[in-house]
């Protein structure tokens, strides 16, 4: 039989107060309260919490206090990541970023999703992997929604809301966003 988390992690219904969720949900927050209150500038200190908060990155994870997350282990960063402030990341599934990926200020990668059947919604939640590949830049106040993948080489435009599927090398803008035409053409 799987655990919550492991409902959680595969992308099927799970209980969110299942006690080690609220235990690894409180052990993010303590790690954020240190990064966005007591740090706040990356120091060496600040860099410490964000390896403990996010373990599975490459190098060059760059957080700009304040962000927020839900448990930061389901976050899997490449080399050359960058989030600028207020950027905000449920990881209740695998967020998989590649490398060389810009985050502009308030961007939202939110995997968590609930049933649309509303006695299921009282008590079950659910969430969907998010994924983004190399060489990405995605524009301030952007929400990414549940379940997206977005390919190598795009750039998803300000205020954008991301609620399909990006193919590799495209610009993408809108709400919802819209592919508006092709980049990286040699």
């Not at 099927?12 to 954020?32: F, I, Q, S, W």
């Not at 490449?78 to 490398?99: E, K, M, Q």
């Not at 435009?157 to 991301?162: Q, R």
Request: aromatic content about 6%; overall charge neutral; hydrophobic content about 35%.
């Amino acid at each position: 039989m799987k655990t919550e988390k492991e409902k959680m992690i595969a992308g099927e219904h799970y209980n969110a107060g299942d006690a080690t969720l609220v235990k690894d949900r409180r052990r993010a927050k303590n790690l954020l309260h240190r990064l966005n209150v007591i740090e706040y500038r990356i120091t060496k200190k600040a860099r410490e919490i964000i390896q403990e908060l996010i373990p599975n990155t490459g190098a060059n994870l760059y957080i700009e206090p304040p962000f927020h997350c839900d448990y930061g282990y389901n976050i899997h960063c490449g080399d050359n990541v960058y989030f600028n402030v207020n950027c905000v990341v449920l990881d209740c599934a695998p967020v998989t970023i590649g490398s060389n990926v810009f985050f502009a200020p308030n961007v939202h990668l939110y995997t968590a999703t609930h049933p649309l059947e509303a006695e299921l919604r009282k008590t079950l939640e659910s969430a969907l992997p998010i994924t983004i590949g190399d060489d990405c830049w995605i524009g301030g106040n952007t929400v990414i929604c549940p379940g997206i993948t977005i390919g190598n080489g795009c750039v998803i435009g300000a205020g954008s809301v991301v609620t399909k599927d990006i193919p590799e090398n495209s610009l993408a803008v809108g709400n919802p966003a819209k592919v508006i035409r092709k980049l990286n053409k040699e």
